[in-house]
């Protein structure tokens, strides 16, 4: 019996966690649940799924639930739900690097993690990764890319792999030309046209952000060099990610874009269950497979991930803050499209990187560069530019 804390319980990754826990009641039982602020909805999953606990983000929303559990608070509820007792697996679909120390408490803990929190590797992937290295608990990627390398790589030795392929949807942008992408509205990306995810994801998505953070994700979690690491756009997504070999044999995971499977894998990891509810890939009903490698022009982001992923220290803390901020303002429809790239790169060049950082200190350049970003974007810079 897997026994679950859930941190994030009413998003995107979380509900779709908690569809899975439903088709196999006597193999997960859930022990903690946690949300940022929509405590609608976790009332209802506390009636359903009978949680010991249950923390809520957002301070005054946590005062406004009432509950016959213990609900905590803040990020220290967040912890909470991250080192009970009672859970031995730990779901971490935090958005935003709120997630990065519940995950490195759960490791401290010895709790096993399902990782959906990019910004836990893509901030501090160099003391998880330590820590995991001394540690017995084991980390599983939930991103369907990570999923799909770590199934290519079952069973093989990671020596061989000559370089990995990540695949990305493209975006809801793909097809926009460069003019085109300066008018774009927060709404027209949020029709994304494959995956159903969160808000924050779908625009990470349109700028390639978010490939950028899965191929800093990979460097950490396949222990690759940046230069075994590739993105190709594959519009269908229905290739999650590709492993080539040195013998020029390529191994690739296939299947619907549906997150409940590389979910379900990460739960069962490395057992596979049978669940007919998911949904079967026919390629005959998907007729055509396309490649084509991603414009770095039009979409800067991801050319930069790369070079902000090699330079590492806290580069990579400030750059996700400053992404933080920016979609935070163009899903607000304040900023433009490609002010996006444009605030991140500024925060970038004005940074002084400090090499092998503390948690402590890429907690507080999170925190001080969330805050200077938004005091640029407020004095209206970018909006004038
Ligand atoms: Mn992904």
Redesign the pocket.
């Known amino acids: 019996m897997k026994t679950l804390s859930i941190l994030g319980s009413t998003g995107s990754i979380g509900t779709q966690t908690l569809d899975i826990v439903r088709i196999f009641p006597n193999k997960f039982k859930v022990v903690a649940l946690t949300c940022n602020s929509n405590i609608e909805l976790l009332k209802q999953q506390i009636d359903e799924f009978k949680p010991e606990i249950v923390a809520v983000y957002d301070e005054e929303k946590a005062d406004e639930l009432k509950a016959d559990i213990p609900v905590y608070k803040g990020m220290d509820g967040l912890i909470r739900a991250a080192t009970i007792g009672k859970a031995n697996t730990i779901v971490n679909s935090l958005v935003g690097s709120i997630g990065v120390i519940p995950t490195i408490k759960a490791i401290d803990n010895l709790k096993n993690v399902a990782l959906a929190n990019k910004e836990t590797l893509v901030t501090a992937g160099a003391i998880v990764m330590k820590k995991l290295s001394s540690s017995k608990t084991s980390l599983i990627p939930i991103?369907?890319?990570h999923s799909a390398i770590l199934q290519c790589l079952n069973g093989e030795n990671v020596n061989d792999v000559s370089k990995i392929t990540l695949t990305c949807s493209g975006g809801a942008f793909k097809n926009r030309s460069k003019g085109e992408l300066g008018h774009v509205k927060a709404e027209d990306a949020l029709k994304h046209p494959t995956w159903n995810m969160g808000a924050k994801i779908t625009i990470d998505s349109a700028t390639f952000m978010?490939k950028g953070f899965?191929v800093i994700e990979a460097h950490w979690l396949y222990n690759l060099p940046y230069s075994k690491i590739d993105v190709v756009i594959h519009p269908q997504s229905i290739v999650h990610s590709l492993v080539e070999f040195k013998d020029k044999s390529v191994i690739a995971q296939l299947g619907m874009p549906d997150m409940r499977i590389p979910i379900q894998y990460a739960l069962n990891y490395p057992q596979r269950i049978k669940n007919e509810s998911l949904p079967q890939l026919n390629l005959t009903e998907i007729k055509e497979l396309t490649f084509k490698e991603p414009d770095l022009e039009r979409f800067p982001c991801l050319k930069m991930a790369y070079d902000v992923g090699i330079k590492s220290g806290t580069l990579p803390a400030v750059m996700n803050a400053a992404n933080e901020i920016a979609v935070k303002y163009f899903l607000q429809d304040k900023i433009r499209f490609n002010d996006i790239h444009r605030i991140i790169q500024e925060s970038i060049g004005q940074h002084t990187v400090i090499t092998n950082p503390t948690i402590d200190e890429i907690m507080e350049i999170d925190k001080k560069t969330k805050e200077e970003t938004e005091k640029e974007i407020e004095k209206g810079m970018c909006i004038a530019s």
């Open positions: 991103d369907s890319e978010n899965e």
